[in-house]
């Protein structure tokens, strides 16, 4: 026993009896190359695009749709980390700056986090104020930043779509042709997972600026297990029982493959079996966070959705528990929702307001809603479904007291 381990307090434990490093099954974990599975081409598709800034030259704008998981994030912030060391060899400076549109959703406060990201106080003589500023001085500092800074920033814009406007992506793009910029260039790659309104995002996006686009498709069953036995050695050896990973893999392929939920699971599962003290992680534990993942990653999507938005998703799941098929129309929605809203003593909204209130969920994904057609020259109807466990679904709804009272 070491000198330190003496002074360590019993209370505490030092040791993880399962985990070998935890750490490796953080999403915002960056792996090396690799541990990335089943992405070359599209690892590909990015270098080319920014390849130039390796010379530094203006990059090719990109963007990237694909659901959730699919290694947007990952594929082009371990590309950027590439093209920075490869830009370091022949001598050309690259600075990345990672926004996250969700946080980071008006024009100022996106040109003021690159600034700040990218801003070194003691090239520029400046620093870039918290707040405070008007948005016209923030683009002024951004400008001399990158013109002192750095020869190319990357700019990785996530959850593009949450953008109130496209106007600072036009800035942004075109300031080397109306020569905000003298030494320096921009590259742009937005990230989306709103694959289901390309129409919307390409009207608006091409409109502001010329870009290519990449699709990234879910991971398969196969695919999820490699990614997933790449990280194997966040365990202890011989704890993860045979079949956890194939059931993981599993588990996530079933709604489409995404690798954060595959990921979520088998360190939840990892967590659960800690917790219980258990020296191997089993089928069961990953069964039990499966479960766990799901009603956590449904809670952070509706924390702080209006308690009209829960009344009619839980009318939904009433809907999807007692009848044999998962998806409805509008119109059986609302009127399960009336008598939700009744029970609740809570006023109605109109049809209309139900149809755009379900179209906001299906855009955050909670629900996924479709176009049909009722036959030649008659129309079209949207209908509805849960996207996790109706039964996980409810069990998160009913958090809200009022829901709770109508079960009991
Ligand atoms: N091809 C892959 N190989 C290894 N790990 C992967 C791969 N794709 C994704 N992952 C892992 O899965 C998790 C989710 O990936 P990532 O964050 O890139 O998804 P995303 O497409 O950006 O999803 P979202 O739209 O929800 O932001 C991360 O932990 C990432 O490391
Ligand atoms: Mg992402």
Known sequence: MSEDDTDRDPLFRYEQPLFADEQLLKISHLPGPARIVGRDKHMQDVANALN??????????????????????????????RVVSEAAREGVTVNTAFIDCGEQNTEASVIKTIARTINNPNETGFSVPERGLATGDYYARLWTVLDTCTDVAILILDEIDMLYDDEVLRKLSRAGES??????????????????????????????????????????????????EHR?????????????IP??????????GDARKAIDILRNAGRLATKAGDDQVTAEHVHAAKEKTEADRFAELIDGAPMQAKLILYALTLLTESRSKDEFPTKEIYRTYQSVAAAVEM?????????????????????????????????????HRLLEDAEVIKRVLQRDSRLAELSA
């Open 232 to 244: 194997r050695d966040a365990f202890h050896d011989g704890v993860l029982a045979d079949d956890v």
């Open 52 to 81: 130039p800034a390796v010379f530094g030259q203006e990059p090719t704008h990109l963007f990237i749709f694909g659901k959730t998981g699919t290694g947007k994030s990952l594929t082009s912030r371990s590309v950027c980390q």
């Open 247 to 256: 059931l993981t893999a599993a588990l996530a392929a079933r709604e489409h």
């Open 179 to 228: 020569r905000r910029l003298s030494s320096s260039n921009i590259g742009i790659i937005g990230l989306s997972n709103k694959i289901d309104f390309p129409e919307y995002l390409t009207e608006r996006v091409t409109s502001s600026f010329p870009h290519d686009e990449l699709v990234f498709p879910p991971y398969d069953a196969h695919q999820l297990r490699e990614i997933l």
């Open 347 to 383: 006023q109605t909204l109109s049809e209309r307001r139900v149809q755009e209130i379900l179209k906001e969920q299906d855009f955050l994904n909670v629900i996924q809603s479709e176009k049909r057609g009722r036959g030649r020259g008659r129309g079209m109807y949207a209908t």
